[in-house]
């Protein structure tokens, strides 16, 4: 009780510490990994390992993004990881060219190609989960847990286990530039951690910007409330595992052109960084909060956090350990701010007590989780 | 603490001496004060929720606390319930000055409180729930025959005689508010805070209900009531509370106060819901139901809304009234789109939308404000202003991006037209009043510039003045915009306001229909309601 009654007071003198701390801690957590690790080693700061560490950060990025979308709207997919390494072999499958029996001619389609290809596979297991969650009402847990085997499964069946090495496609063929998706530098930038702008500044948009993004944040909002008021909850539902099923198809291809191979196994557990990056970034796992920002920011807490335990020679054990860590802090921190949602809003309007005195009771302290932090403003 | 509390104990120790001795000095034992209020206040940070709160609760009565959202009844209830901690003032229990650190504080004394929203787990039996949290251990784990054997007595002694092992899911809601209070007595409760006890009861669970608040009164159980139904408080209350705006107006003995008084107090003046809005003619049908049904989701070959046929013309206003389960909701969801139906048609201004979507049929201007506003009408994580203008987006989106400034348009826009207090569109939605909630959602529906208006339930958990603000909206909406409005309600007064029509639905049909100058009585006999005096 003493807290939450401070908690105004102090925000009235201007300045509040705590605060700006807890609303910034993904950044303020990359800060404190980067000049931690900065002083461990002399090899973290600078520029070749940070363009290293990027282009593992696009892979999260890219993952997590499509992810943020899906926990915006209070879902959860769990088959991104296995989605990449599905990708990864389609595209290497594509690129040692596709043979039909029937007319005995084998096809080498140009990159471009493959990349549609790819999407399109990504695309298709997105659209499987949705359609299983949104109109046949599978739990998204359970339709996406479902899909992340199958889509290993093909994988590996597509492969017999094995591992794609020459991506690389020949010039005769009219079937190079693989390597441009990942390997490759742009502005001595890697052209992964390009495409993963390019996506987080469309999606950032698609969210600000467009009634989809409104219907995505009112869908994980409350569905039935969105439903009413017109949203297709169902569609919105559908496109947002389709677009987590590109992205990770994306990533499934710039990963395998990083590494001029793709394995069937490439991605596995990839799912769960995307849902740390996400959580990290201050996006509630029940729907209806988060942001590209954040999760851009917790991508980069995750990779460069973890690049940074291998460069002091952390043992991998070791870097499982503090990963989890920081998993844990990061929801406890969402709890804590979400928790404390309504008891800002009461300083927020130094004015309103006078003019708006119904109001006040309302302003008791909540329930301490995000959920019910509306629900106690009905009054009896 | 579960040996010495359990009903077991409480009837050896209560029943034989207690039943006699209040039953022969009723009037004595009437008047021992359990509890008391002294200058009680309560400051959130600057805001003063509540000032200088006096009044006493006697042995075996009904004390019940009204008063408007907002006044400060659910304050107080939380303070007297050790949910949180006065700022000023103090408690007194039987002339003892007490501090409750917390609920579970208050319930030791003997204070317990029974929520609105039930707190019961509805996958576990009756005996589970009682129980919870404090088994009776035996020699093999938990003592499940004699847990039994208690919760019958106590079900039994609230002469509800449910099974200890039903699930309370199989439960009504009446029963399981029951299964509620027995869990209240069998800590061995003195006093019994109950916060909108009735609010989702049917007319016979409240009767059943009644009968076992008289029944703990006579067993010298003190009852702080809180009800938004005043007429139904007054038929129970012994003292009334009154509180406005976080200080208490009044407080008096049930015999020297009518409902007139306690509206005075509440709202400060004579208070009126409205007239039926006059002096136009009555335009085309906009809205023509056409032997409509629905089926029951749980049981098909029922039907909750039976061949009903229903027209309602622009500017006119339509009050839908019905008991609970009388099909009102399933009608009004089935209209607007969110239940299939089983046969009928639906025709907007004469074109048949009965296979549209909720987002066509709004496009084609017909909308539902539903019952439930926190489950159905706001989305707990927008703004004020986001909420607003959800189903409106389109209004402002030119191509494929939204328009920041023409939003900002749309919502001021609604701010003024439904009048809701706020601190602007960027407040929490959560920051709001219920009937500033509610005006959200109205205004959100009207934002959509629709022809036909549904509303479930709109007055429902908001108080007096914000409903006659509701109704004064609808009923300008009409007259001026030639708006077509359905409003259901289960309160007959509500009926007798703004509508120039009353319907009255029982078991999915239409049992009768009269207009604006009929009686209560009878429009409470049509849906076959036993009529109270």
Not at chain 2, 312 to 338: D, H, K, S
Request: aromatic share 6%; glycine share 12%; charged share 20%.
């Amino acid at each position: 009780m003493s807290k939450q009654r401070q908690a105004p007071v102090r925000q009235r003198g201007g300045f509040d510490l705590g605060r700006l701390l807890l609303e910034g801690r993904a950044f303020f957590a990359l800060i404190a990994i980067i000049v931690i690790f900065s002083l461990l080693s002399p090899v973290y700061f600078t520029t070749n390992n940070f363009l290293t560490m990027s282009s593992h950060v696009a892979i999260f990025g890219l993952l997590s993004i499509g992810m943020l979308l899906v926990i915006l709207t209070g879902g959860i997919d769990l088959s991104v990881g296995s989605t990449l390494g599905l990708a990864g072999v389609v595209a290497g499958f594509l690129m040692q060219g596709v043979t039909f029996d029937l007319f005995g001619v084998t096809l080498y389609p140009p990159v471009w190609v493959v990349v549609i290809l790819t999407c399109g596979v990504g695309a298709l297991i997105g659209a499987i989960n949705g359609v299983l969650i949104a109109y046949f009402k599978v739990p998204a847990f359970v339709a996406t847990l479902g899909l992340l085997y199958v889509a290993r499964g093909v994988a590996l069946l597509m492969t017999d286990g094995l591992t794609y090495n020459n991506l690389g496609g020949q010039p005769e063929l009219g079937n190079t530039g693989f390597d441009w998706l990942g390997f490759n530098r742009l502005l001595g930038v890697p052209v992964g951690v390009w495409v993963l702008a390019l996506v987080a500044i469309v999606t950032l948009l698609a969210l600000a910007r467009t009634p989809f993004g409104r219907w995505v944040y009112s869908t994980g909002g409350n569905a039935r409330a969105a439903e009413l008021s017109g949203v297709p909850v169902k569609r919105v539902q559908v496109s947002v595992y389709v677009l987590s099923g590109i992205c990770a198809a994306i990533a499934g291809l710039v990963l395998s052109s990083q590494l001029t191979s793709a394995g069937p196994t490439a991605g596995t557990t990839y799912e769960l960084t995307a849902i740390a990056g996400v959580v990290i970034g201050g996006a509630a796992l029940t729907g209806g909060r988060g942001n590209v920002r954040g999760t851009l920011l917790g991508a980069f807490v995750i990779g460069f956090l973890s690049d940074g335990l291998v460069i002091i020679g952390v043992s991998s054990y070791w870097q499982t350990v503090f990963t989890g860590a920081v998993i844990v802090l990061a929801v406890l921190l969402n709890s804590i701010q979400y928790g404390g949602r309504r008891k800002r809003a009461a300083p927020a309007s130094p004015s309103s007590p006078a003019s708006a005195p119904p109001s006040t009771t309302d302003r008791e302290p909540a329930a301490a989780d995000g959920k019910s932090a509306g629900k106690p403003a009905v009054q009896h | 603490m579960a040996s010495r509390s359990t009903p077991h104990a409480r009837h050896a120790v209560v029943e034989p001496t207690a039943a006699g001795a209040h039953a022969n000095g009723a009037g004595h034992h009437d008047e021992a004060i359990v509890l008391s209020a002294r200058d009680v206040a309560k400051s959130f940070g600057s805001v003063q929720a509540l000032k200088t709160v006096n009044f006493d609760v006697y042995r075996g009565q009904v004390t019940t606390l009204f008063g408007e959202n907002g006044a400060g009844k659910s304050t107080l209830m939380k303070i007297l319930s050790g949910v949180i901690q006065p700022t000023d003032g103090e408690i007194l229990l039987e002339g003892e000055p007490v501090r409750f650190a917390s609920t579970t504080d208050a319930q030791r004394l003997g204070i317990s409180i029974i929520h609105q929203e039930l707190s019961l787990a509805p996958n576990l039996s009756v005996r589970d729930n009682i129980f919870m949290g404090r088994e009776i251990k035996g020699p093999t784990g938990i003592d499940y025959a004699e847990e039994a054997r208690q919760t019958r007595a106590l079900m039994e002694e609230l002469d509800e005689p449910i099974d200890p092992l039903t699930p309370v899911e199989d439960l009504r809601l009446g029963q399981q508010q029951i299964v509620e209070i027995a869990r209240a007595l069998s800590v061995d409760s003195r006093i019994l805070i109950m916060d909108e006890p009735t609010s989702a009861l049917s007319a016979s669970e409240v009767e059943v209900l009644f009968r076992v608040i008289r029944d703990l009164k006579s067993r010298g159980v003190s009852i702080v009531y809180i009800s938004h139904h005043l007429e139904e408080a007054l038929t129970i209350t012994d003292h009334a509370v009154v509180l406005r705006d976080g200080v208490m107006t009044a407080y008096a003995r049930r015999a020297e106060i009518d409902l007139e008084w306690i509206v005075r107090n509440m709202v400060g003046e004579n208070f009126d819901l409205g007239s039926p809005p006059a002096g136009y003619a009555l335009g085309e049908v906009a809205l023509s139901i056409e032997d409509l049904s629905v089926a029951d989701s749980s049981v098909s070959e029922r039907s909750v809304v039976d061949h009903l046929s229903l027209e309602v013309r622009a500017g006119e206003i339509v009050c839908l009234y019905g008991l609970m389960g009388a099909g009102r909701t399933e009608l009004l969801e089935c209209v607007a789109g969110r239940v299939p139906s089983s046969g009928g048609q639906v025709r907007l201004e004469g074109e048949d939308v009965s296979h549209l979507s909720i987002a066509e049929r709004i496009e084609k201007g017909l909308v539902l404000v539903p019952e439930d506003r926190q489950r159905d009408g706001l989305v707990q994580t927008m703004s004020v202003g986001e909420n607003l203008s959800l189903a409106s987006i389109k209004a402002f989106t030119k191509g494929l991006l939204t328009s920041g400034r023409r939003e900002r348009g749309v919502v001021e826009e609604s701010i003024a037209n439904v009048h809701i207090k706020t601190d602007g569109p960027r407040a929490e939605i959560g920051s709001l009043s219920g009937g500033n909630q509610q005006k959200v959602v109205i205004g959100k529906m009207l934002a959509t510039h629709p022809r036909v208006v549904l509303l479930d339930e709109p007055s429902r958990g908001i108080d007096i003045g914000a409903k006659a603000e509701v109704f004064k909206l609808l009923a300008e909406g009409a007259a001026s915009q030639g708006l077509a409005v359905i409003f259901s309600t289960s309160e007959v007064g509500e009926c007798l306001s703004i509508a120039h029509r009353i319907v009255v639905m029982s078991r999915g049909r239409i049992a009768a229909e009269f207009g604006a100058d009929i009686s209560k009585e009878q429009i409470m006999a049509a849906s076959g309601e036993a009529v109270v005096a």
